[in-house]
């Protein structure tokens, strides 16, 4: 079985345009996500599903694999499948997506949020979550989930749920932590044939078009402590992070 990891990244980022080159602690932010990604245990292969030539450069100046895709692509999933249909895969073959603007990203991340779809043949898409503070409750760029007693995505939003109604708080909060494998065959199917549902497009979140056509989607909890970067607050934070990761000592 293969197990490739695919990173999307673009240079027109709304809120951060150009993020994916910027500086951490002198390496750009796509060189330290691709570098993490690359201890994983279990990946096989590793690509970046990229539109900009500036990326292309970068990513092939620190030796890494590039895929070129269409620019019109929006979802960052949709721009890793069509990346992926370039490479030689079966239906059972894992596809991993991991964004582009995670630079504290663990490897063990990777492997946590593919154990679903190892262990059942009937999980086609699992997610990471982390645990959610009230501050992050009312971050519009945090997606919160909601899940059954089964651990899968009931729903998933940039509003703040579950809500409070009560002063005890009385089920776990979680968020989504943006690692996405997916099985092939239902990559395909999610690029291909699922159309963009009315939720997914009021939310702007990808995950929901399997939810509202009737897929399950398994959510892994995750100790790791991650961070993405949409501002130059939060590279500055992580930046900071960092500068004390053991990770990052063994590439930098």
Same mark, same amino acid.
């Given at each position: ?11 027109? %980022? ?13 390496? !750009? ?10 201890? %994983?245990?279990?990946?096989? !292969? ?10 292309? &450069? ?18 960052? *999933? ?48 699992? &997610? ?28 998933? *939003?940039?509003?703040?749920?579950? %809500?409070? &109604? ?24 999610? &690029? ?61």
């Amino acid at each position: 079985m293969k197990i490739v990891v695919g990173i999307p990244a673009r240079m027109g %980022s709304t809120r951060y345009p150009g993020k994916p080159l910027c500086s951490i602690l002198g390496k !750009s932010m796509i060189e330290h996500c691709y570098k993490r990604c690359s201890f %994983s245990n279990y990946a096989t !292969s590793l690509f970046v599903a990229a539109c900009d030539s500036e990326i292309q &450069n970068e990513v092939e100046g620190f030796g890494g694999n590039v895929i070129m895709t269409d620019p019109n692509i929006s979802r960052p *999933s949709l721009r890793v499948a069509a990346a992926a249909e370039t490479l030689e895969l079966d239906d059972d073959d894992i596809v991993v997506v991991v964004q582009g603007d995670e630079p504290l990203v663990n490897p063990d991340m990777i492997d946590l949020a593919i154990q679903p779809l190892l262990n059942e043949k009937d999980v086609f898409v699992s &997610n990471l979550v982390a645990d959610l503070d009230k501050h992050q409750w009312i971050d519009p760029a945090e997606i919160k989930v909601v899940c059954d007693l089964n651990m899968n995505a009931m729903y998933m *939003s940039r509003a703040p749920i579950p %809500s409070i &109604n009560h002063e005890e708080v009385r089920t776990q909060w979680y968020r989504q932590v943006c690692i996405m494998p997916f099985r092939w065959h239902f990559m395909k199917k999610f &690029n291909h044939e699922l159309t963009p549902t009315p939720l997914e497009l009021q939310e702007s979140i990808e995950m929901i078009r399997a939810l509202q056509h009737g897929y399950k989607v398994k959510m892994v909890p995750s100790p790791y402590i991650s961070k993405s970067v949409d501002t130059d607050d939060d590279r500055k934070l992580v930046e900071e992070i960092m500068q004390t990761d053991t990770l990052f000592k063994k590439y930098e």
